[in-house]
Each structure stands twice: as C-alpha cells, then as structure tokens.
C-alpha cells in the first residue's frame, strides 16, 4: 500500500514507525471512550463527487487514519453492495483498529425501498444522458461540440449502496462495522438492528433542527456541519450551528465538521463542547485520497474565497472548488435537475472536461478550508500535526494569550 519510501517501507509504515518512536501527545475526549480509538479525530466518509469517479475516502485513507489512533471512514457512497463487502473486508485484512462506513440515506430512496436489478448492471452514462430534459442534454451536446471535448465512456453502475440501501445496510451489520455513518438522512431506522450486532451509529447534520432529531432517533452521535464544508451542505456556519446543536442533540455527543483543517480548528471544537471533529477537505489533500491528482492540485491553489455552493453537482446544495463549469452553467440558462438526476448530466460534463485535461473547468467538493491547505502529505502527518497543534493550544498558547479568573 503507498509509494515506497529509501527504507523500503511504504509511507503509511514510515510514520506509524515514527510516531511510535515519540512520545505521543495525549488528547482524549469521552468520544475515545465511545468508539475505543487515542484522538477524537474521525476523517470524513467522503464519496466520490460524481459517478465515474473513485471514492475520495477509500480504504487506504480508512487504514491509515485509524492506525494513526483517529478514525477513518470509508466513503461508500458510490460502490456497489459487492465493492463495499470488500473494501470492508480490505481495511479489516489491514488493521484492528475502529473504522467507520458512511453511505448516503436520503429518507426518499430509504422510503421507496432497493432497486431491483434485472439484467445488466451498468449502462454507459451517455444512453442514460439522452433520457434527460431535452433542453439539458441540448445543452450538454452543444458544449461538447463547441469546445471540441472527447465522448462520454463512464459506465453507471445500478446496484449502488444510494440506490440500495437497505442492502448495502444489511452488508455493514453483517461485516459487523465499527461505525455506521448516515451522510444524508436520519439512520433512525436501522440503529436498533446496528446496536444490536455491536455497532455505533452516527448521522450528520447542516442544522440543529435535523441534529435534534438524529439525536432523538437514537443515534450514538451526531456531526455538525457547518456552510463551509465540502460536499452536502447547509445554511449555517460552523462557529453559530456547533454550540447549538451540541445544545440540540444533548445528551447525545456531537462532533463538529465544517472547515477544520488544523490543531485550531480541533482546539476550537472542543472548546464549544464538541467531543471530536469530522473533517473532510484536509483529508481529501491526503496522499492516500482517492481525488485524481487534478482535483488535490485544485485544493492546494485554492485561496479561501474559492470555493462556492451549488446546485450544479448534484440537484442539492454542495460546495466544490470554483472553477469554469460554474460560469458555464450559469449561462446556460438551465434550472439544475433534482437530486439525483442532476449527478448524470454533472457527471458526464466533467469527465469530459477531465479527458480533455481542461484544468479550469475542474474542481472537487471541497470546503472553504481549502485555502489553508498548502500541501499534500500522508494522512498520518496530518493527524499526528493537527493532534500535536490542538495540544500546544490546549495546554500552552491559550493560557499565555489569554488571561482568565473566577
Ligand atoms: C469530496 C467530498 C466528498 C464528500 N462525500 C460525502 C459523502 O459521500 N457522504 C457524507 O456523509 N459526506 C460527504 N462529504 C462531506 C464530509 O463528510 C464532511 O462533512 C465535510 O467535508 C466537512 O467539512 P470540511 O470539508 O470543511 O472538512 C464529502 C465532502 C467532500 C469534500
């Protein structure tokens, strides 16, 4: 697994020899307790942002989080229910450490039940393009065309955890999954049947409205995710929604997510009265991310003023890195499609932006965090860096800056 390194050991081996060799901070909150791990760090369940891509959170990036003494979660939104039995059992063969599996549970596709599938699983994206809006496939063709862009070849595959959920559900209970983490929609339903095998269950939130009733569904945990996160996101900014949805959610723990990408922003949550963090763009900037090396370029150039929400990606609100599709969409004149559709027509627009390696009209999900990110580096780095900040913080710099008394 990872580049191997002069020594012969690959880069997730060099640190964890490394950090071995330390003395290691200590920085333990009652969420190390819940889920049995050293630093309330989790990184996010990060899927792929459209169809054709690879996960942002594959099981590299898990192994590598929870071997550091964080939690990594696998990003299973997009695999089928085959795919994520095996890359469950993948991140098993590589640690004993808690991990987490995060799929999406929008309550309607949870409602309307799993896709039964006859005959082939996958079709290619550019049939399923020509069932779209003719306005919007118009659209799409007339850019194809002007910009000189290459076909479409991504293949859609039918049996995915967002279009199965129940199974891909049913897979997480029997492979006994540490955590089991909600990225849309209330895991209420399924938390009786998770505690039961053993397992945790943590469902995310843009609201305290929505952390209120996660909360009051069951839930072990629940995230906060502020406006400034990437992927799905709300209205609220981090600093106004984390007090009060640890407010919402008590007794229930809640961790915060929405722009951390350092020791402060941790040292931040917890100040609040958050039990950890979840935290994504950093993540996604890691070495063992599943971003094509075009999307990690994207982050690292990124200042903060350049990401925005849209529409545009997936039908709900998302934030991505800026770039030229946004410009392009906006003339277009065009109302985005409901979720889920609006993915297809996304999807295949940006692999052909992607083929023709047209840099500027390609950006990831990514937080507002982005513009402090200044470099990619193993994902144990990042952990080990922002523990080692957040403790600096906690036990030094805030009581030589800060005078306070009863
Ligand atoms: C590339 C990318 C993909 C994401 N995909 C998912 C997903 O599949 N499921 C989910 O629960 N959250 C997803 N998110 C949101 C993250 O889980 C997390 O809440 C968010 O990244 C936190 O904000 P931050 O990016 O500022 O750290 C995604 C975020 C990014 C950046």
């Not at 690879?54 to 979660?73: D, F, I, N, Y």
């Not at 997480?172 to 849309?184: D, H, R, T």
Request: with cysteine; hydrophobic share 45%.
């Amino acid at each position: 697994m990872g580049k191997s390194t002069a020594t012969g050991f690959s880069l997730m081996e060099t640190h964890k020899i490394k950090w071995n060799n330390m003395k290691r901070p200590v920085l333990r909150t009652k969420l190390c307790d819940l889920l049995g791990i050293e630093y309330p760090i989790l990184s996010a369940g990060m899927g792929p942002s459209l169809v054709g891509e690879r996960t942002s959170a594959p099981a590299e990036l898990v192994v590598a989080v929870s071997e550091a003494g964080g939690l990594g979660v696998l990003g299973a939104a997009g695999y089928t229910i085959d795919e994520m039995r095996e890359a469950i059992r993948e991140i098993k063969k590589q640690t004993d450490k808690p991990f987490g599996v995060d799929i999406l549970l929008p309550s309607q596709t949870v409602a309307n039940g799993d896709l039964v599938i006859e005959g082939a699983h996958e079709i290619p994206l550019r049939e399923v393009l020509k069932t779209l809006p003719e306005a919007h496939y118009n659209w799409m063709m007339k850019i194809k065309e002007e910009m000189r862009l290459p076909d479409i070849d991504v293949m859609i595959k039918l049996g995915t955890s967002l279009t199965r959920p129940h199974a891909a559900i049913k897979v997480c209970i029997e492979e006994k999954v540490p955590l089991f983490c909600s990225g849309l929609g209330n895991p209420g339903f399924m938390v009786a049947d998770a505690h039961a095998a053993g397992m945790k269950v943590l469902g995310i939130s843009g609201n305290t409205r929505n952390a209120r009733r996660i909360a009051q569904s069951g839930a072990d945990l629940v995230v906060a995710q502020g406006h400034e996160g990437g992927g799905h996101t709300g209205r609220i900014g981090s600093m106004a929604l984390w007090p009060q949805a640890v407010d919402a959610a008590a007794p229930t723990p809640v961790l915060a997510a929405g722009g951390i990408g350092d020791g402060r922003g941790v040292a931040a949550a917890l100040a609040v009265g958050c039990v950890g963090v979840w935290v994504g763009t950093r993540f996604l900037a890691s070495v063992e991310s599943g971003a094509l090396e075009i999307q990690k370029e994207a982050i690292l150039k990124a200042t903060d003023e350049d990401t925005r929400r849209t529409y545009i990606y997936t039908g709900k609100t998302s934030r991505a890195t800026y770039n030229r599709f946004h410009d392009l969409w906006e003339t277009s004149g065009l109302d985005p499609l409901p979720f889920p559709t609006q993915i297809l027509l996304a999807s295949g627009i940006v692999e052909m932006f992607t083929k023709a390696n047209k840099a500027q009209y390609v950006g990831p999900f990514a937080g507002q965090i982005s513009g402090l990110i200044k470099e990619v580096k193993p994902a144990a780095e990042i952990l080990m860096d922002m523990v080692t900040q957040a403790v600096d913080i906690l036990t030094t710099t805030l009581m030589e800056n800060v005078v306070a008394k009863t």
